[in-house]
């Protein structure tokens, strides 16, 4: 190859972009990085100077260049993600390896291997040419493929597996409308070029094809034109990157090089918490899983929009989302970056929490000292289903345990719905109180029969000589050491996996193994971790009754739909929400047991 040119004005538009964006990214970083904790900033530092490194190099491949989540969910969309990202790299790498080849005197330019084509001219055929220009051919088909696909995607998004998409705001549809015309200007520009600098099977056919069309298509007329456009195009996406969907490609790389140095939320959405904010690429892949989306119609209280209104600090909208969220999960679930959504609208009710009384449980006396092997923690929900609490007091009379019913006669909330309000120190106060009253009964296992008090219990209170279990754990326990003795039934029942117990606690065994040990499970495509909210959460404080209906209703609807006439749950909350609404017959998981006990 022979070097034609080494400058030409047309490049000034993409520099500026690259210097603009350059320059975003290092003042980025280091605010992200004065933001931090010592001991996180520590964390950082000791990870760029380790083998884990090489962890972040293989995760930042596998996430943000080939989008294995998302080809997990589904093989088109990830094909869609992983060709625009992966192709696009593959073009920068090559341009460089061209670079070393047939100009190192220009290494020192970045503009040079992005308008290769442009300022080398090609003179003589050689294998390692043709090679080139094959890959480049390649990939830019592979890149073109894959905006076709975004194009089709915003028409016929259920071909994707996606009933709702993103709705693009203005920044956004600045950006999406630049990248989407980067490639395909690429491509005119170098069909164009292709009889002066060479080409292979799209870009050399195509030029074939233009000059067929028309004998004007020539250097004097078109080439610099379409030079220009492909650099304008990339200027335009640059400059529209910091405020448009887009900063994902750059805060994500962040984030997994901070996740795997071990950096984890705050409780104030900064430091990582903040990168996590600019890491939501805004896929929609979160929107059909949010139950406030596809049940009850809220289509702006979705995490997409608190994440979009968080960064351009729209508060009002950032409340409304944080107050509505049943924090369920899903969407963190969904999420193929790992953005911990449900964290950050903690954090903001935390930020918005203004009246702090120190001191407000001192009223609740101390239990004196006792001496039981068990103690049974009902929770207010179960007392506001009481079947269930009579229910755990037969069983727990038939077990001959020497058990204390800690709240019998009403008592202490365990803090987690002051919690999830966001009052972290009046859940603290209740937390410190709760453990005296717990430790001074000697027992060495908690029954909760709630899943609400279960996961706060088990995750907060520290109760190091005291074994937390679920009342669905610790039944099928006393099944196993024959404490209590049960039989089999003929009748048929789906279980509900309660968001609290299942998606948040990671318990899906034993309830199962339990319940097969009674009666004859029905799966349905809402088992496990695709389970539904029963939309009564205690986190959705500001949510409407009207509004908790209609995700129950719809969820019980869709397990239902599939010829289930029984469900069983093992959560008050969920019990009592579907039983509000016309469905099947509902019980808890220890009536169930209740009933089949061989006494």
């Known amino acids: 190859m022979h070097e034609r ?20 990214l290092i003042v980025s970083v280091v605010t992200v990085f004065k933001n931090l904790p010592i001991r996180d900033k520590k ?3 000791q990870c760029l100077f380790s083998y884990r490194i090489f962890i972040v190099i293989k995760d930042v491949f596998l996430d943000c260049i080939l989008h294995v989540k998302i080809w997990k969910k589904n093989k088109l969309l990830g094909y869609m993600h992983s060709s625009i990202a992966f192709g696009w790299l593959m073009l920068i790498i090559i341009g460089h390896v061209e670079i070393f080849f047939y100009a190192p005197h220009r290494i020192n330019l970045p503009y040079y291997p992005i308008f290769f084509r442009y300022f080398m001219m090609k003179t003589e055929t050689t294998l390692g040419g043709s090679v080139f ?7 830019l088909l592979i890149v073109l493929s894959g905006i076709a696909l975004a194009l089709i995607k915003r028409i016929r998004r ?18 999406v409308y630049a990248l989407w015309s980067i490639f395909p200007l690429r491509f005119f520009a170098e069909s164009f070029t292709s009889g002066i600098s060479g080409g292979s099977f799209l870009t050399r056919s195509f030029g074939m094809i233009f000059d067929w069309f028309s004998r004007y298509l020539n250097d004097a007329t078109l080439i610099t034109p379409m030079w220009w456009s492909y650099s304008i195009a990339l200027m335009v996406f640059f400059l529209t990157l910091p405020w448009s969907r887009f900063t994902h490609i750059l805060g994500e790389v962040l984030l997994i090089y901070m996740r795997d140095a071990g950096i984890r939320e705050s409780n104030k959405n900064n430091g990582y918490a903040g990168v996590e904010i600019f890491s939501c690429s805004r896929c929609g892949m979160c929107l059909d899983p949010c139950q406030l989306v596809s049940a ?21 909208e950032v409340l409304a989302a944080s107050g509505h969220c049943l924090m369920c999960n899903r969407c963190v679930q969904a999420c193929p970056v790992g953005v911990n959504s449900v964290q950050l609208k903690l954090n903001t009710k935390r930020r918005n929490i203004r009246y702090r009384y120190p001191q407000r449980y001192n009223y609740i006396p101390l239990m004196e000292s006792s001496s039981v092997d068990v103690v049974y923690f009902a929770g207010c929900m179960s007392h506001l289903t009481p079947k269930i609490e009579k229910a755990m007091v037969h069983i727990l009379d038939a077990s001959k345990e020497k058990y204390l019913f800690l709240d019998e006669n009403g008592g202490v909330c365990c803090g987690r719905p002051i919690f999830l309000a966001g009052d972290e120190r009046a859940a603290e106060e209740l937390i410190a109180k709760n453990k005296q009253r717990i430790e001074k009964t000697g027992a060495h296992t908690l029954v909760c029969s709630c899943p609400i008090c279960y996961k706060i219990f088990k995750d907060l209170y ?13 039944i099928l326990r006393l099944v196993q050491d024959k404490k209590i003795h049960i039989r089999m039934g003929m009748e048929k029942a789906a279980f509900h996996d309660p968001c609290e117990l299942g998606r948040n606690s990671g318990v899906y065994k034993e309830p199962r193994e339990l319940l097969s040990q009674l009666l004859q499970l029905q799966p349905t495509s809402y088992d496990g971790n695709q389970s539904l909210c029963c939309g009564h959460s205690i986190a959705a404080e500001a949510l409407p009754y009207k509004k908790k209906r209609m995700i129950a209703k719809d969820a019980i609807q869709k397990m239902c739909g599939e010829n289930i006439h029984k469900v069983i749950t093992a959560c008050p909350s969920c019990k009592k929400a579907f039983e509000e609404v016309q469905g099947p017959e509902i019980e808890d998981i220890a009536e169930v047991v209740n009933r089949h006990l061989i006494l």
């Open 462 to 474: 520290a109760l190091n000589s005291v074994e937390v279990l679920h009342h669905s754990q610790y």
């Open 158 to 175: 259920k071909m994707f597996g996606m009933k709702r998409t993103t709705k693009l705001k203005w920044n956004d549809q600045l950006a």
């Open 43 to 45: 964390k950082m530092l």
């Open 296 to 316: 009850a119609s809220l289509r702006n209280m979705s995490s997409i929009d608190f994440t979009r209104n968080t960064r351009f600090k729209r508060w009002k």
């Open 133 to 139: 220009f094959f890959l480049m051919d390649f990939f």
């Open 5 to 24: 040119y080494s400058y030409d004005p047309f490049v000034i538009p993409y520099m500026i972009g690259l210097i603009f964006v350059l320059g975003y």
